[in-house]
């Protein structure tokens, strides 16, 4: 069983930047991501990263975020700069073992607001 304990969120003012932190127990896991969900609005992707190091992003996020991760932490990380008031959400970190299959595992979430 895999469990994902993330770290990061908070409140930050336009403009500004936040790392979120996303730290797998178990074996590495081969996708790893950050998905988000704001009030009455269905969750999604923000981005990916294969343990091989591609990746792929949201539109609405290109430039300004940009995922990493450290294999040998088994730690996934969100750096986000030029936060909007739209970013706020709830950014949750998930992974799965296999690519183009539904994401396996899911963290408990972390609170991102922006405040315009």
């Known amino acids: 069983q895999v469990q994902l304990v993330e770290s990061g969120g908070g409140l930050v003012q336009a403009g500004g930047s936040l790392r979120l932190s996303c730290a797998a127990s178990g074996s590495i896991i081969n996708v790893m991501g950050w998905h988000r969900q704001a009030p009455g609005k269905q969750r999604e992707l923000v981005a990916s990263?294969?343990?091989?190091?591609?990746?792929n992003y949201l539109v609405s996020v290109k430039g300004r975020f940009t995922i990493s991760r450290d294999n040998a932490q088994n730690t996934v990380y969100l750096q986000m700069n030029n936060l909007k008031p739209e970013d706020t959400a709830v950014y949750y970190c998930?992974?799965?073992?296999?690519?183009?299959?539904?994401?396996?595992?899911w963290g408990q979430g972390t609170q991102v607001t922006v405040s315009s």
């Open positions: 990263i294969t343990s091989g190091g591609s990746t």
């Open positions: 998930a992974a799965k073992r296999v690519i183009g299959t539904a994401w396996n595992y």
